[in-house]
């Protein structure tokens, strides 16, 4: 299978005709909402659900949609979360905490502000503090390591990220365990909410990209591609993928991996699609991985996992809004990179079908330009045993509508600045 991160081919945008019509006009929807209320929005500064989110996804929308009219809103929300750094007593993690934050102001300067000379010491040095402390930690992308690795790569080749980045791997390759059938990593009990540790009192081998071994998966084999894992760390990689590979089991809806394993029962938990968990973030995991190190056994398995995962009836997939997360959105884009990084023909038109099953379940009464996120709506005032859950306004990158505008407008273009870099789904550049 050719590689089309290196050899360059696909010039073509996933959309045209009447769904790049639909799908333009409803991201410029979007564009126009935020870039209203970028001021008075959120007072959350972070990447997942706040202010740099926002100015993430209106910089982009910006260029991709040839609107610079919205770029000095999202030079506002930049300004914001560079005060709430300040302000606000924040979390490490990539997307509820400063990493993500820095990260966004690294990608904002490099490929929107030039001018903007952000002093990035400060964090840099608690980054790597936090590499040093002792006790149970969270590893993956949202919250832990990996999510502090992905800050790394996009200041690469700078002298304090390739610190960062070594001192990442080197701690996942402290936190890993060997098992018979691979290398994993397991998330102490400490860490899990209480719904989770109900059903894993001894912790649990999580395999959502979001949260779990994928994610390990696709940064090991970035920081391979950019020249910073040695012989251990490609060891390391090559343990990890073949853990991930083993743990592929069938069930009766017709998904092949859980979210999550227990150790001695092996008992499983549900599945989903989406990018967050489920079968079609861990076929993004080993294609990236495959492309990265040139491994095309690694490759073709996820785009067959890939396909297979958007085979499943669709009344056992589970998705229920639109966000990148877990909704229609995120799976079209995550169909849309693995063409963009294969040229699999079979896989660019199921990404235009989930596409249009997004734009098609907009809603017509709540949400931003329809996009609404099913989540608990009373969750901050009883226990989770009373939650009640609905379809509520959310304007944010990872599982709101701002997210789904960048979906939309990256199926107009050839090549999109890499605003999905937090998502684990591109290939950089060799080192």
């Known amino acids: 299978m050719t590689l089309n991160h290196l050899s360059g081919e696909l010039s073509t945008s996933l959309l045209g005709g009447d769904g790049a019509i639909l799908a333009r006009q409803s991201a410029e929807q979007v564009g126009e909402v935020l870039s209203e209320a970028s001021r008075s929005r ?7 659900d706040g202010r740099i989110g926002t100015s993430i996804v209106l910089a982009n929308l910006a260029r991709m949609l040839e609107r610079a009219d919205w770029f000095d809103a999202a030079r506002a929300d930049m300004a914001y979360a560079v005060q709430g750094l300040s302000e606000y007593r924040l ?18 300067e490099r490929e929107f502000f030039p001018d903007e000379e952000f002093d990035y010491d400060e964090i840099d040095s608690a980054l790597l503090q936090c590499l040093t402390m002792d006790g149970p930690r969270h590893y993956d992308l949202i919250s832990g390591w990996v999510g502090l690795g992905v800050y790394a790569l996009e200041r690469w080749p700078h002298a304090r990220a390739q610190e960062l980045l070594h001192g990442v791997v080197s701690r996942l390759h402290r936190g890993s365990e060997v098992a018979k059938d691979g290398i994993t990593w397991k998330t102490d009990p400490a860490l899990l909410p209480p719904h989770q540790l109900k059903g894993a009192p001894r912790g649990y081998y999580n395999l959502g990209l979001a949260h779990g071994v994928p994610g390990v998966v696709s940064l090991l084999a970035q920081a391979h591609r950019v020249g910073a894992l040695d012989a251990n760390g490609q060891e ?4 990890a993928v073949q853990w991930l590979q083993g743990q592929r089991k069938l069930d009766s809806a017709g998904m092949r991996y859980s979210s999550w394993l227990t150790d001695a029962e092996r008992n499983e938990s549900g599945s989903r699609l989406g990018w967050c968990y489920g079968d079609l973030g861990v076929a993004a995991s080993l294609v990236v991985a495959g492309a990265c190190c040139d491994q095309a056994d690694w490759l073709d398995d996820g785009v067959s996992l890939a396909k297979r995962a958007v085979s499943v ?10 966000g990148l ?16 990084l294969t040229g699999d023909a079979e896989l660019a038109p199921l990404a235009r079908d989930w596409l249009q099953l997004t734009l098609d379940r907009r809603h017509n009464d709540v949400g931003i ?8 709506t009373n969750a901050d005032r009883v226990p989770e045993s009373e939650w009640e859950y609905g379809y509520i306004e ?8 701002g997210g789904v505008g960048l979906a939309l407008a990256s199926a107009l273009v050839t090549d999109f600045p890499g605003w999905d870099r937090p998502l684990l789904l591109s290939v950089p550049k060799a080192g």
Do not use: M, N
């Not at 009836?313 to 639109?322: C, F, I, P």
């Not at 330009?369 to 608990?376: L, S, V």
């Open 91 to 108: 979390r490490t993690g990539l997307f509820p905490g400063f990493a993500g934050i820095a990260w966004s102001i690294a990608h904002l």
């Open 369 to 376: 330009a329809g996009y609404a996120t099913w989540r608990a």
């Open 313 to 322: 009836d669709e009344k056992y997939q589970g998705v229920r809004d639109h």
């Open 236 to 239: 390391l990689l090559r343990g």
């Open 325 to 340: 997360c877990h909704g229609y959105a995120g799976v079209a884009h995550v169909l849309h990179r693995l063409w963009r």
């Open 42 to 48: 959120s007072s959350d500064p972070s990447l997942a």
């Open 394 to 401: 959310d304007a944010g990158y990872l599982t709101g509508a």
